[in-house]
């Protein structure tokens, strides 16, 4: 009953949360989404925006640059140099990650050339919490952080006594691989996370970005079966065909996609639908909704305002 | 320093945890493993074993008769009538779950015939804490419920003012899908986590068992393009080549394997380990892990001891 009146009043489909009269009735969340305004949904910048192209398709990442500027702005540097194309998916780790880059990255006489871009980028695993990084709290609880919520519209931690903040790895985020030095990342080799949360990883290693679209492919792969999920031969490796900028590919070869936005009574509705199941299937609502299990909606812009 | 003192003092691995000399070396998970004495690891019961053999390989399961009796037996029936023999896995929806059974089962003139089995069995959500369900409490915490540890060696929960017990739903778990009825589950169809803890799920479904070999053959199957990621048509499915019970399998054909208690102080150690990694790579250790974030470790029994 408490959950039913802050929804409606949260979602704004009851005229009076004060009202004596039944609440109203719960929502699922395709009647959320279905009654979202064109404002609860933004276009992600095309200069944030990479096209993964593996032959079974199109995987789409934004970048976060607000969290990683110096990696987001090598990955740019890289993809306009072509520096991806032809490389690979060079490793599986089953209810870990997908990570992809040079196969000869280790061998000077054949990794690719890093042409402008730094073969070594400053560690950004956390930065400090200011006005430039909002965020939306989730108010459920974490195991491993003080607060969690969302920054960026993307999974976010936050320690208020320290001061600072991080994205976190949730599934389908995307990483920067790094070895033993917090500076030997720099954008060349990325990984997502394809299974539960190793939010171990947190702090220690530069989250980039999210995948928006495309996880099936990344997800779906052939395990390896060397040490850490690497494949052990190179014709298990998956060709990537190219990596590009949104901005650098003409306009009728972009894929077209709309983002909720985390900030709003929409995306706060969202979360109770998921929070508190209401549909028919479901017979004991969790009461509560952990970070990582919280969906972050895509669609295809609707056709009017294309 | 604490948590070293905690490990050391917790593993044995130091002789005086009240000693004035330095806390023994941090250890890693392997090796805590290493250290383990052969009572730390068990043999599951052949008679609560099934193995699931697929075109790509075979998938073990033990199943955990403590938490779902019905479901184990109606299981049991199933899979000595052969009736998964030539079935199929039928779903693969990305983040969440596959699932296999009877491709006919809504067409009464195709269905495969559950001969003794019964076709519907009582609900096994939870269950009353009880001393034949043992509780290794994991300290950590939880978003959704009061307690969370392990109880037969499978990731649990517990809610202490209502009594309750109930597997968790964390990657590897397999469960009883059932239809809209409490009571509409009976074990012919089943599926299995392949992503994000879908803890929501919870208290909902009877969960039966917890895949402990061969999980990457049901994550990287290609996700289905049907609503709830069903395939959509019948030669995408994967066909089921045999499911049987261990201890109806000559002893030559079984898989041996252990897997690591959970009630010892070997399996403590392990999760210290894991909660704050000590390797060269990790600069911010965790300091907490979640549930399902706890390996549970399976390994070849050792050669001595075949």
């Known amino acids: ?56 398709g199109r995987v789409v990442i934004e970048l976060a640059p607000a969290f990683a500027p110096l990696h987001s702005a090598n990955i740019r540097t890289l993809v306009r140099a072509r520096y991806f194309d032809g490389l690979a998916i060079l490793r599986v780790q089953d209810n870990f990650v997908t990570q992809w880059g040079d196969p000869d990255a280790e061998d000077p006489a054949k990794a690719r050339p890093f042409g402008q871009a730094r073969r070594t980028v ?38 208020p006594q320290a001061g600072k903040t991080w994205l976190a790895h949730c599934y389908g985020m995307v990483g920067a691989g790094r070895d033993n030095g917090v500076d030997s990342g720099s954008g060349a080799e990325l990984y997502v996370v394809i299974g539960q949360e190793p939010r171990q990883l947190d702090r220690n290693i530069a989250l980039v970005g999210r995948v928006v679209q495309g996880m099936e492919l990344l997800a779906s792969l052939p395990r390896g079966t060397g040490p850490l999920g690497f494949y052990e031969k190179p014709d298990q490796r998956l ?25 709003t009574s929409t995306f706060t509705a969202l979360i109770e639908s998921r929070r508190n199941r209401r549909d028919d299937w479901y017979k004991v609502p969790a009461g509560k909704i952990s970070l990582c299990n919280v969906p972050l909606p895509v669609r295809k812009p609707p056709a009017q305002a294309r």
């Open 239 to 263: 060709p990537i065909k190219s990596v590009r900028l949104a901005a650098d590919v003409p306009q009728a070869e972009r894929t077209p996609l709309e983002l909720l936005r985390t900030d």
């Open 1 to 56: 009953m408490l959950a039913a009146l802050i929804l409606a009043s949260v979602a704004g489909l009851a005229s009076n949360a004060h009202s004596v009269e039944p609440p109203a009735k719960p929502v699922t969340m395709q009647q959320v989404l279905e009654a979202s305004k064109p404002s609860d949904w933004r276009r992600p910048d095309p200069n944030d925006t990479l096209y993964l192209d593996l032959p079974g």
């Open 122 to 159: 400053a560690p950004e695993f956390e930065r400090a919490i200011a006005p430039n990084l909002p965020f939306t709290r989730l108010p459920d609880g974490d195991v491993y952080a003080a607060e969690v919520g969302f920054s960026h519209w993307m999974p976010a931690a936050r320690d």
